[in-house]
């Protein structure tokens, strides 16, 4: 399966502060999804990219897909304590076996 | 629709016991996978299956069998516990199809420590 590295590995925001959170792979990726794991609980699907260049936007939440297809990044803006847990890439190159990244812990000062 | 559930929640194993994870999932998905999540660190996928009568190996498949004889189900089974073993334990299905890759839904996970 595909190699994703996921930077940072742990992200401490101010309430009200924006961040991002990249992922990279060294080969060309299929797509890429993000999923989002609360504190104790399991992974939630949040968005899958398919295009060169794509931009998704959920709220406050910013998803790009690289122009290369080989790495991808989440743009939070005005961080709230909701957005607390831990964001994983998932890639796949052409199969349906995806590559988790290590994931970005995300905390929050209030 | 429950969506994917797994049993049990939490289960402490001696070493070298063996147990069984359950998965079922009634959403008609035709894949379903087995991954593990060490502390801190993202989902390693353990083996995965395609539709009733096919799995394959993942990842980390050593120390694990699964099964898929329906569509619903897809039990895990570790034989011989070890210590290395000791993960949270997510089932996760999903649709998909050679015209496109979806989404997958995990299920709550079992927490799993062998002693």
């Known amino acids: 399966g595909q190699q994703v590295m996921q930077i940072p590995q742990y992200q401490h925001v101010q309430e009200g502060e924006d961040f991002t959170t990249y992922c990279n792979s060294s080969t060309t990726l299929s797509n890429i999804q993000w999923y989002k794991q609360r504190p104790g609980g399991h992974p939630v699907f949040l968005i899958q990219l398919v295009k060169s260049g794509e931009v998704k936007k959920q709220k406050r939440l910013t998803f790009q897909f690289g122009e290369a297809k080989k790495n991808s990044s989440l743009h939070i803006t005005a961080t709230q304590t909701t957005d607390v847990g831990t964001y994983f890439c998932a890639a796949s190159s052409n199969d349906y076996k995806l590559s988790f990244g290590a994931g970005t812990t995300v905390t929050v000062r209030a | 629709n429950a969506g994917v559930t797994q049993t049990p929640k939490f289960r402490i194993l001696k070493i070298g016991q063996s147990m069984t994870l359950q998965c079922t999932q009634d959403m008609n998905h035709n894949y379903m996978y087995w991954y593990r999540q060490d502390p801190g660190m993202g989902l390693k996928l353990i083996y995965y299956s395609v539709g009733a009568g096919i799995t394959d190996k993942g990842e980390v498949p050593n120390g694990y069998n699964v099964s898929r004889s329906t569509t619903e189900d897809f039990p895990l089974r570790l034989e011989l516990a070890a210590p290395s073993q000791t993960s949270v334990y997510f089932c996760?299905?999903?649709?998909?199809?050679?015209?496109?890759?979806?989404?997958?839904?995990f299920g709550p996970g079992t927490r799993l420590t062998v002693l």
């Open positions: 996760a299905s999903s649709y998909s199809t050679l015209a496109g890759y979806n989404e997958q839904f």
